[in-house]
């Protein structure tokens, strides 16, 4: 951010929530390649590397969590933000009980990827790798109301998966 670029005085609550909105167009599904994935132009070997990868990101949200609960000494607070592990890991080993990690794991192997070399993170890059591992390590060092912050994925992330699910079954009818 530039110094011009920060407000003087207090935005409202409008003012505010127009400006977190408008990061939007600056989130991952603008980039060229989630263009090219929402458009159909992927190989099944580029949505079976996307899979793998944004695994690795998936199983470490739960993780950044619990950095973030771990630097928050409000009750209150904790139990609230408790529900985003759960909602990822899941509340038990029963099927209508599994979270988010077993979807994405489901997802990998109607991919075409088993579940052993997606768990073993056989194909993650080293690039994104260090960068959720960093993401990770910022919500471990940072207060927890900045590491929350950085955890606003929620404010888009509705549209991207409506998105997912509206065009990939026209475009990848491979996937089981």
């Known amino acids: 951010m530039r110094h011009q670029d920060i407000p003087t005085a207090a935005m409202t609550p409008e003012q505010f929530r127009e400006a977190l909105l408008s990061k939007g167009a600056l989130y991952h599904i603008h980039h060229p390649f989630h263009k090219a994935m929402y458009q159909g132009k992927c190989s ?51 099927e209508e009980k599994w979270g988010g990690i077993e979807a994405w794991l489901q997802l990998a192997v109607a991919v075409g990827l088993t579940r052993e070399e997606v768990l073993a993170e056989k194909w993650v890059l080293p690039g994104v790798r260090f960068a959720v591992d ?33 065009s990939w079954p026209q475009h990848y009818p491979w996937i089981e």
């Not at 139990?79 to 985003?84: A, D, E, F, L």
């Open 44 to 94: 099944p070997e580029q949505i079976r590397a996307w899979v793998a990868n944004r695994f690795y990101y998936q199983i470490s949200i739960p993780i950044k969590d619990a950095a973030i609960l771990s630097n928050c000494r409000h009750p209150e607070i904790r139990r609230q933000w408790v529900q985003r592990i759960l909602d990822h890991d899941g509340h038990a080993e029963q």
């Open 134 to 166: 960093a993401y990770v390590n910022f919500a471990r060092r940072a207060t927890w109301q900045e590491a929350a912050c950085s955890s606003l994925t929620e404010l888009f992330a509705p549209e991207i998966h409506q998105s997912r699910l509206h």
